[in-house]
């Protein structure tokens, strides 16, 4: 899997989020909606979700294991660090 492209729009006004990204997947496949958070232990990547019935969270698309997860949150903050400036 390669991201061959990341787009990151810095958000105002959005609590801890700071930004929404999406990236591209082997120029084939996007997710859009991605949200870059500001948690307690600093930056991280929250991948698209919707809100259940039950007040809830799940996640509409993720990653299926870890090495994968910090590939994708890795090319993220990076795009972030580059546009917040």
Do not use: C, W
């Amino acid at each position: 899997m390669n991201i061959t492209k990341v787009a990151v729009r810095l958000v105002e006004r959005m609590n801890r989020v700071k930004a929404m990204a999406s990236i591209t997947i082997d120029d084939d496949f996007v997710v859009h909606d991605i949200r870059v958070v500001d948690g307690e232990k600093g930056l991280f990547v929250a991948m698209p979700s919707r809100k259940l019935p039950n007040g809830e969270y799940r996640d509409i698309a993720h990653p299926l294991n870890t090495e994968t997860r910090e590939i994708i949150q890795k090319a993220i903050l990076e795009e972030y660090e580059k546009i917040k400036k």
